[in-house]
């Protein structure tokens, strides 16, 4: 009997066609309701006791087998199927080769970057992972300086030195401790603070920041600078600078730039103003120059850090500053003919 069943496990593991049809009468020969299977575990009430182990064991084996066996050869013979019928028509156009889009924070960061390098800036990174003195203290803001609320930060537990920036400045702080003036840099990069995710602000966002340091700067090259960046990235424009504060530059000033009031769009983003805010500048702080090195006697400078993500929100009309990060296909795809 067990040889009658190794001679079967045999004849499975030797099958084969390119019929469909015989994989179905194969399968109906060995596990159809009256096939060999069954009547094979019908019979296992009759082998010898010291028998049963092996038979059983077999049984299973030729059970395994015979299914596995039919499966791979109907998977094997429809992929031929459908192999078959796309190469039959040779008029047929080829697949489509799928390029890929950028990110809209990388297209605006880019379009950004690409302006500031026309008057001379150069692009200067730093890490993520900051210290305590590059992110707040060499930029004005001691400890308990009220002013570090106004970034909640994500510190690290064990270690209160170390958090991720919330802003950009720091890459400039390090600019300046290893380069000498003139200083034309800008950083763009992503930043952290411990804000409540919603439509309009994220834990994660993106900044670029611009920092200008030579002999003789004046809050007026700061407002040229600024009239010359909002002209090419959203067409001529009309800016206004409202005072403002900052600790690490004196004066400062909020820039917003004229959007319009013509939809009822223009009204919702602009809050029935037609001003938009789009960055905070100043003059740098003498005492910021001296953290850094600088001697501010004789050099005086420049800042100006603005928002990538809001400004991406608003040149490609995104309603949710949320879609930038969820990496949602049909979203990022709309970008592909963008720069
Ligand atoms: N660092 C500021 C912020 O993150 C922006 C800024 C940069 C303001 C430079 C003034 C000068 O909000």
């Known amino acids: 009997m067990i040889d009658d069943l190794k001679k079967h496990l045999a004849e499975v ?16 020969k060995y596990l159809g309701k009256k096939g060999l299977l069954n009547q094979f575990f019908a019979e296992f009430k009759n082998v010898s006791a010291e028998d ?5 064991q ?37 697949e489509p080769i799928e390029i890929g889009a950028r990110h809209p924070i990388s297209i605006v960061k880019n379009q950004i970057i690409d302006i500031f390098s026309r008057i001379g800036f150069n692009v200067s990174e730093g890490p993520e992972i900051e ?6 203290t060499a930029l004005n803001l001691p400890e308990h300086h009220p002013a570090r609320d106004m970034q909640d930060t994500f510190f690290i537990q064990t270690n209160p030195d ?52 030579d002999k003789n700067v004046s809050f007026a090259d700061l407002k040229q600078t600024l009239q010359f ?3 090419e990235l959203f067409g001529k424009s009309k800016i206004r600078l409202r005072p403002s504060y900052f600790p690490f530059t004196e004066p400062s000033a909020e820039v917003d730039v004229y959007w319009g009031l013509e939809s009822e769009t223009d009204y919702k983003m602009t809050k029935g103003t037609g001003w938009l805010e789009i960055m905070g500048c100043g003059m740098v702080d003498p005492n910021v120059l001296e953290n850094c090195g600088i ?14 993500d809001r400004i991406a929100l608003l ?6 500053i949320r879609l930038l990060s969820e990496n949602d296909i049909r979203f990022l795809e709309q970008f592909k003919s963008a720069l």
């Open 229 to 231: 960046f909002t002209n």
């Open 295 to 308: 001697d501010s006697k004789i050099y005086s400078g420049f800042a100006f850090g603005m928002g990538i």
């Open 315 to 320: 040149l490609h009309q995104i309603s949710d």
């Open 131 to 136: 210290d305590d003195w590059h992110n707040f």
């Open 58 to 94: 077999t049984i299973n084996e030729l059970k395994d087998k015979t299914t596995k066996k039919v499966n791979d050869l109907k998977n094997q013979l429809n992929n031929k199927k459908v192999l078959n019928k796309k190469f039959q028509d040779l008029t047929r156009p080829s």
């Open 162 to 213: 170390i958090l991720l920036r919330t802003h950009t400045s720091s890459v400039q702080v390090r600019y300046m401790e290893n380069n000498k003036p003139p200083i034309r840099t800008i950083s763009p990069g992503r930043v952290y603070r411990n804000e409540a995710i919603s439509a309009r602000s994220h834990c994660f966002f993106h900044q670029i920041e611009g920092l200008y340091i």
């Open 52 to 56: 049963k182990k092996e038979y059983g």
């Open 13 to 28: 593991e030797n099958f084969s066609t390119d019929n469909l049809d015989t994989v179905e009468s194969f399968r109906i």
